[in-house]
Protein backbone atom coordinates (compact mmCIF):
# COMPACT_ATOMS: atom_id res chain seq x y z
CA UNK A 1 0.00 0.00 0.00
CA UNK A 2 1.42 3.68 -0.35
CA UNK A 3 1.34 6.11 1.89
CA UNK A 4 3.31 9.69 2.44
CA UNK A 5 4.18 10.93 6.01
CA UNK A 6 4.94 15.05 6.54
CA UNK A 7 7.09 14.92 9.18
CA UNK A 8 6.61 18.36 10.24
CA UNK A 9 3.22 20.65 10.29
CA UNK A 10 4.71 23.61 10.79
CA UNK A 11 8.17 24.84 10.22
CA UNK A 12 9.26 28.69 10.60
CA UNK A 13 12.28 29.88 8.92
CA UNK A 14 13.83 33.19 8.87
CA UNK A 15 13.44 35.43 4.99
CA UNK A 16 16.74 34.94 2.99
CA UNK A 17 17.48 31.56 5.03
CA UNK A 18 17.13 27.68 3.29
CA UNK A 19 13.87 25.67 3.49
CA UNK A 20 13.44 21.76 4.07
CA UNK A 21 10.38 20.17 4.32
CA UNK A 22 10.30 16.67 4.65
CA UNK A 23 8.38 13.62 3.35
CA UNK A 24 8.59 10.13 3.69
CA UNK A 25 6.82 7.84 1.49
CA UNK A 26 6.12 4.09 1.63
CA UNK A 27 5.26 2.22 -2.24
CA UNK A 28 4.81 -1.35 -3.16
CA UNK A 29 5.83 0.19 -6.89
CA UNK A 30 8.50 2.55 -8.40
CA UNK A 31 6.71 5.73 -7.14
CA UNK A 32 5.60 8.94 -9.21
CA UNK A 33 5.77 11.62 -6.12
CA UNK A 34 4.55 15.45 -6.29
CA UNK A 35 4.84 18.71 -4.00
CA UNK A 36 1.83 21.07 -4.18
CA UNK A 37 1.85 24.82 -2.69
CA UNK A 38 -1.67 26.25 -1.57
CA UNK A 39 -1.22 29.56 -0.62
CA UNK A 40 -3.82 31.15 2.09
CA UNK A 41 -7.41 30.74 0.58
CA UNK A 42 -6.11 29.33 -2.91
CA UNK A 43 -6.15 26.30 -4.96
CA UNK A 44 -3.47 23.82 -4.80
CA UNK A 45 -0.41 24.52 -7.47
CA UNK A 46 2.17 22.02 -8.68
CA UNK A 47 5.55 22.89 -7.66
CA UNK A 48 7.78 19.74 -9.04
CA UNK A 49 6.97 16.28 -9.70
CA UNK A 50 9.25 12.92 -9.52
CA UNK A 51 8.81 10.75 -12.76
CA UNK A 52 12.27 8.47 -12.25
CA UNK A 53 13.83 10.43 -14.74
CA UNK A 54 16.37 11.98 -12.57
CA UNK A 55 16.52 11.99 -8.74
CA UNK A 56 17.05 15.95 -8.50
CA UNK A 57 13.51 17.58 -9.83
CA UNK A 58 13.86 21.01 -9.85
CA UNK A 59 10.73 22.65 -9.88
CA UNK A 60 8.84 26.62 -9.31
CA UNK A 61 10.27 29.21 -7.62
CA UNK A 62 13.31 27.63 -7.03
CA UNK A 63 12.49 24.82 -5.21
CA UNK A 64 13.78 21.46 -5.63
CA UNK A 65 13.75 17.85 -4.24
CA UNK A 66 15.56 15.16 -4.09
CA UNK A 67 14.79 11.70 -4.65
CA UNK A 68 16.26 9.27 -2.38
CA UNK A 69 15.43 5.88 -2.62
CA UNK A 70 17.63 4.15 0.05
CA UNK A 71 15.54 6.70 1.99
CA UNK A 72 12.23 6.76 0.82
CA UNK A 73 12.34 9.95 0.64
CA UNK A 74 11.51 13.29 -1.48
CA UNK A 75 12.26 16.21 0.89
CA UNK A 76 11.52 19.71 -0.62
CA UNK A 77 14.46 22.49 -0.36
CA UNK A 78 14.66 26.17 -1.78
CA UNK A 79 18.04 27.51 -0.93
CA UNK A 80 16.74 31.64 0.15
CA UNK A 81 13.17 32.09 1.59
CA UNK A 82 11.40 34.51 0.51
CA UNK A 83 8.20 35.94 2.29
CA UNK A 84 6.01 34.86 -0.31
CA UNK A 85 6.67 31.20 0.21
CA UNK A 86 4.55 31.10 3.21
CA UNK A 87 1.79 28.38 2.73
CA UNK A 88 0.94 25.41 3.09
CA UNK A 89 3.08 22.41 1.21
CA UNK A 90 1.71 19.07 0.67
CA UNK A 91 3.38 15.83 -0.17
CA UNK A 92 1.61 13.27 -2.62
CA UNK A 93 2.40 9.70 -4.05
CA UNK A 94 0.01 9.06 -7.18
CA UNK A 95 -1.15 5.39 -7.02
CA UNK A 96 0.20 3.51 -9.94
CA UNK A 97 -3.24 2.28 -10.86
CA UNK A 98 -5.87 2.64 -13.39
CA UNK A 99 -6.91 5.50 -12.30
CA UNK A 100 -4.30 6.67 -10.96
CA UNK A 101 -5.73 7.81 -7.68
CA UNK A 102 -3.55 10.78 -5.07
CA UNK A 103 -2.71 9.81 -1.47
CA UNK A 104 -1.90 12.90 -0.05
CA UNK A 105 0.39 13.95 2.96
CA UNK A 106 -0.82 15.76 5.88
CA UNK A 107 0.31 19.12 4.57
CA UNK A 108 3.90 21.12 6.62
CA UNK A 109 2.67 24.90 6.47
CA UNK A 110 5.61 27.41 6.23
CA UNK A 111 6.62 30.38 8.19
CA UNK A 112 8.62 32.76 7.12
CA UNK A 113 9.76 35.68 9.44
CA UNK A 114 10.80 39.07 8.71
CA UNK B 1 -8.31 28.69 -21.13
CA UNK B 2 -9.90 28.28 -17.62
CA UNK B 3 -8.14 25.04 -16.48
CA UNK B 4 -10.68 23.48 -13.63
CA UNK B 5 -13.28 25.84 -12.49
CA UNK B 6 -15.76 25.09 -9.48
CA UNK B 7 -19.04 26.92 -8.65
CA UNK B 8 -19.94 28.21 -6.02
CA UNK B 9 -17.02 29.57 -4.14
CA UNK B 10 -18.52 30.22 -0.67
CA UNK B 11 -21.92 28.01 0.32
CA UNK B 12 -23.55 28.07 3.99
CA UNK B 13 -26.02 25.33 4.60
CA UNK B 14 -28.37 24.47 7.45
CA UNK B 15 -28.37 20.69 8.29
CA UNK B 16 -30.17 18.91 6.46
CA UNK B 17 -30.94 21.08 3.28
CA UNK B 18 -29.26 19.66 0.12
CA UNK B 19 -27.10 21.22 -2.41
CA UNK B 20 -24.80 20.26 -5.48
CA UNK B 21 -21.37 21.80 -6.42
CA UNK B 22 -20.27 21.92 -9.66
CA UNK B 23 -16.72 21.36 -11.72
CA UNK B 24 -16.11 21.98 -15.06
CA UNK B 25 -12.82 21.15 -16.98
CA UNK B 26 -11.96 22.55 -20.24
CA UNK B 27 -8.71 20.40 -20.78
CA UNK B 28 -9.92 17.47 -22.16
CA UNK B 29 -9.12 15.46 -19.80
CA UNK B 30 -10.74 11.83 -19.05
CA UNK B 31 -10.08 11.87 -15.48
CA UNK B 32 -12.22 13.71 -12.69
CA UNK B 33 -12.33 13.87 -8.82
CA UNK B 34 -13.93 15.43 -5.49
CA UNK B 35 -11.71 15.54 -2.75
CA UNK B 36 -12.56 17.71 0.35
CA UNK B 37 -9.55 18.78 3.08
CA UNK B 38 -9.97 19.03 6.46
CA UNK B 39 -7.49 20.84 8.94
CA UNK B 40 -4.84 18.84 9.83
CA UNK B 41 -5.67 16.01 7.51
CA UNK B 42 -4.24 16.58 3.94
CA UNK B 43 -7.04 16.18 1.11
CA UNK B 44 -9.28 12.94 0.98
CA UNK B 45 -10.75 11.10 -2.07
CA UNK B 46 -15.03 11.47 -1.87
CA UNK B 47 -15.10 10.05 -5.54
CA UNK B 48 -13.39 9.95 -8.77
CA UNK B 49 -14.56 9.31 -12.34
CA UNK B 50 -12.23 7.73 -14.77
CA UNK B 51 -13.90 8.34 -17.71
CA UNK B 52 -17.23 9.69 -18.83
CA UNK B 53 -19.83 7.81 -17.74
CA UNK B 54 -18.17 5.97 -15.14
CA UNK B 55 -17.82 7.24 -11.31
CA UNK B 56 -16.37 5.03 -8.19
CA UNK B 57 -16.00 5.67 -4.60
CA UNK B 58 -13.03 7.30 -2.77
CA UNK B 59 -11.57 7.12 0.91
CA UNK B 60 -14.68 9.04 1.99
CA UNK B 61 -17.83 8.51 0.56
CA UNK B 62 -20.78 8.76 2.68
CA UNK B 63 -23.30 11.29 2.60
CA UNK B 64 -22.10 12.55 -1.28
CA UNK B 65 -23.26 11.28 -4.33
CA UNK B 66 -21.54 12.59 -7.91
CA UNK B 67 -22.67 12.61 -11.12
CA UNK B 68 -19.96 12.73 -14.66
CA UNK B 69 -22.84 14.61 -17.02
CA UNK B 70 -20.22 15.05 -19.56
CA UNK B 71 -16.44 14.67 -20.01
CA UNK B 72 -16.01 18.39 -18.89
CA UNK B 73 -18.83 18.12 -16.10
CA UNK B 74 -18.41 16.16 -12.81
CA UNK B 75 -21.22 17.12 -10.12
CA UNK B 76 -20.84 16.59 -6.40
CA UNK B 77 -24.12 16.18 -4.28
CA UNK B 78 -25.04 16.71 -0.66
CA UNK B 79 -28.72 15.40 -0.02
CA UNK B 80 -28.55 15.94 3.48
CA UNK B 81 -26.17 18.51 4.38
CA UNK B 82 -24.60 17.24 8.30
CA UNK B 83 -22.51 19.67 10.00
CA UNK B 84 -19.36 17.22 9.93
CA UNK B 85 -19.45 18.04 6.08
CA UNK B 86 -18.20 21.81 6.75
CA UNK B 87 -14.71 21.16 4.87
CA UNK B 88 -13.50 23.01 1.62
CA UNK B 89 -14.02 20.41 -1.38
CA UNK B 90 -11.69 20.65 -4.22
CA UNK B 91 -12.28 19.01 -8.14
CA UNK B 92 -9.17 18.00 -10.05
CA UNK B 93 -8.92 16.54 -13.50
CA UNK B 94 -6.31 14.51 -14.84
CA UNK B 95 -5.00 13.66 -18.29
CA UNK B 96 -5.67 10.53 -20.29
CA UNK B 97 -1.49 9.25 -20.92
CA UNK B 98 -0.44 5.94 -19.46
CA UNK B 99 1.78 5.69 -16.29
CA UNK B 100 1.23 7.47 -12.96
CA UNK B 101 2.97 10.36 -14.01
CA UNK B 102 0.05 12.27 -14.88
CA UNK B 103 -0.51 15.44 -12.81
CA UNK B 104 -4.22 16.29 -10.96
CA UNK B 105 -4.83 19.85 -11.69
CA UNK B 106 -7.00 21.64 -8.98
CA UNK B 107 -9.95 23.94 -8.94
CA UNK B 108 -9.58 27.00 -7.04
CA UNK B 109 -12.10 25.48 -4.21
CA UNK B 110 -15.75 25.64 -2.45
CA UNK B 111 -15.78 26.39 1.21
CA UNK B 112 -19.02 24.80 2.60
CA UNK B 113 -20.18 25.60 6.50
CA UNK B 114 -23.20 23.12 7.35
CA UNK B 115 -24.99 24.68 10.74
Known amino acids: AQSVTQLDSHVSVSEGTPVLLRCNYSSSYSPSLFWYVQHPNKGLQLLLK??????LVKGINGFEAEFKKSETSFHLTKPSAHMSDAAEYFCVVSVPSGTYKYIFGTGTRLKVLA | NAGVTQTPKFQVLKTGQSMTLQCAQD?????MYWYRQDPGMGLRLIYYSASEGTTDKGEVPNGYNVSRLNKREFSLRLESAAPSQTSVYFC??????????????FGPGTRLTVL
Open chain 1, 50 to 55: YTSAAT
Open chain 2, 27 to 31: MNHNS
Open chain 2, 92 to 105: ASRGSGTGSTDTQY
